[in-house]
Nanobody, 127 residues
Framework: QVQLVQSGGGLVQAGGSLRLSCAAS????????MGWFRQAPGKEREFVAAISRNGYSIYYVDSVKGRFTIARDNAKNTVYLQMNSLKPEDTAVYHC????????????????????WGQGTQVTVSS
């Protein structure tokens, strides 16, 4: 079983940047495909980005393409979400998630695929 602990986030003005981190303990992160999701007040959970175990396959929701970057450092057991050119509509609670899979090159974008979740971190973008 893996535990995911998130850090980063906070309040930033529109156009600014933030980086979220998701550190794994208990199991090596290289055994998991990873994803980031977000949930704004009154809205359903939304997929943001995903990365395969080997880091070679990456997928983003259209609304963040060109602005957000997902990356993983398996040696540090950490996955990151770099968020640039932030917009007020990016305001949400962000969660990282891990999926145990034998497929090293596959990513997952459905929250139902994920087994483990971080505690969530608030990102607020002011206009």
């Amino acid at each position: 079983q893996v535990q995911l602990v998130q850090s980063g986030g906070g309040l930033v003005q529109a156009g600014g940047s933030l980086r979220l981190s998701c550190a794994a303990s208990g199991r090596t992160l290289s055994s998991y495909a990873m994803g980031w999701f977000r949930q704004a007040p009154g809205k359903e959970r939304e997929f943001v980005a995903a990365i395969s175990r080997n880091g070679y396959s990456i997928y983003y929701v259209d609304s963040v393409k060109g602005r957000f970057t997902i990356a993983r450092d398996n040696a540090k057991n950490t996955v990151y979400l770099q968020m640039n050119s932030l917009k007020p509509e990016d305001t949400a609670v962000y969660h990282c998630a891990a999926e145990s899979t034998s497929r090293v090159g596959t990513y997952y974008y459905s929250p139902d695929e994920y087994d483990y979740w971080g505690q969530g971190t608030q990102v607020t973008v002011s206009s």
